[in-house]
């Protein structure tokens, strides 16, 4: 069964620093999203993104966030200058449709 | 804004009982509900769902149920057994534009003990 697949599993950066998160979603889905997920705390939407654009984005998704599919399989979530607050589980998800989205397996970022 | 509360936080139950989860939805234009288990360390997996024209939907020995007019919803686990041990989120999704997003609750810890 084919799964959303993200990279890399964890990052750890230093605050200021740049970094992308890569995901590659299901094959035939034609919505993406992120999410984030303070340890211990719920899932947070940060951004759609349908047809080459951001659909809807959080409040969290300030001007630091930027998503990108820069080819026909890869979607990234780049943050320009982390901050010790991103620190999170960031989770991308894509569905065929909207609604039933499937979850990748995360990338745990650690900024210090 | 848009708010899922759920409860309980923690329940623990015995290998056979059943186990009830349940979530309130602030936003009356929410049309998709769908519920999410997650292990440890793993993804959310989305275990069943449920749309607003729909009062109730059954898969094996889970269930879900829903009362629009009380923005309730609620997941219903029978015949519990240890693997159920996960915290299970329930969500409320709005269609927005051309994407809808996923609005959670703040998770239920489920144990159950052999």
């Known amino acids: 069964e084919p799964e959303v697949t993200q990279t890399p599993s964890h990052q750890v950066t230093q605050m200021g620093q740049e970094v992308i998160l890569r995901c590659v979603p299901i094959?035939?889905?034609?919505?993406f999203y992120w999410y984030r997920q303070i340890l211990g705390q719920k899932v947070e939407f940060l951004v759609s993104?349908?047809?080459?654009?951001?659909?809807?984005k959080s409040e969290i998704f300030d001007d630091q966030f930027s998503v990108e599919r820069p080819d026909g399989s890869n979607f990234t979530l780049k943050i320009r200058s982390t901050k010790l607050e991103d620190s999170a589980m960031y989770f991308c998800?894509?569905?065929?449709?909207?609604?039933?989205?499937?979850f990748g397996p995360g990338t745990r970022l650690t900024v210090t | 804004g848009e708010n899922v509360e759920q409860h309980p936080s923690t329940l623990s139950v015995q290998e056979g009982d059943s186990a009830v989860i349940k979530c309130t939805y602030s936003?009356?234009?929410?049309?998709?509900f769908p519920w999410y288990k997650q292990e440890l360390g793993k993804r959310p997996q989305l275990i069943i769902d449920?749309?607003?024209?729909?009062g109730e939907k059954k898969d094996q020995r889970i269930a879900v149920t829903l009362n629009k007019t009380a923005k309730h919803f609620s997941l219903h686990i029978t015949e519990t057994q240890p693997e159920d041990s996960a915290v299970y989120f329930c969500?409320?999704?709005?269609?927005?534009?051309?994407?809808?997003?996923?609005?959670f609750g703040t998770g239920t810890r489920l144990q159950v003990f052999p």
């Open positions: 449920i749309r607003s024209n729909v």
């Open positions: 993104f349908y047809n080459n654009e951001i659909s809807e």
């Open positions: 936003d009356s234009a929410s049309n998709y």
């Open positions: 094959s035939n889905h034609l919505y």
């Open positions: 998800a894509s569905s065929e449709i909207y609604y039933e989205q499937y």
């Open positions: 969500a409320a999704s709005t269609l927005s534009g051309n994407t809808d997003k996923l609005i």
